[in-house]
Nanobody
Framework: QVQLVESGGGLVQPGGSLRLSCSASGSGVSINAMGWYRQAPGNERELVAR???????DYADSAKGRFTISRDNAKNTVYLQMNSLKPEDTAVYYC???????????WGQGTQVTVSS
């Protein structure tokens, strides 16, 4: 079993920045891909960014040029640096960690990001 702990959400003004972190722990953890998703009220959960074990990245169009995903394999941690935040980025952000051999992976508990003046 893998436990995920997210941190870094909060309230920020438009144009501001936040950095989300998600750390995975558990015995025998061997991580393949890591990613961030978000869900706004009334909307489905959507991909924001993901990163593979080989550091290949994939971003939603809405995140390109503003968000950067990175990972620290020694710490089993994935980060999401979010710059130039907009009100439409307001959502609960969820970390997803997929082990080798898994299809769906594990989900974090979610962290609220609110962009408002």
């Amino acid at each position: 079993q893998v436990q995920l702990v997210e941190s870094g959400g909060g309230l920020v003004q438009p144009g501001g920045s936040l950095r989300l972190s998600c750390s995975a722990s558990g015995s025998g953890v061997s991580i393949n891909a890591m990613g961030w998703y978000r869900q706004a009220p009334g909307n489905e959960r959507e991909l924001v960014a993901r990163i593979t074990s080989g550091d290949s990245t994939d971003y939603a169009d809405s995140a390109k040029g503003r968000f950067t995903i990175s990972r620290d394999n020694a710490k089993n941690t994935v980060y999401l640096q979010m710059n130039s935040l907009k009100p439409e980025d307001t959502a609960v952000y969820y970390c997803n960690v997929r082990l080798w051999g898994q299809v769906y992976g594990y989900w974090g508990q979610g962290t609220q990001v609110t962009v408002s003046s």
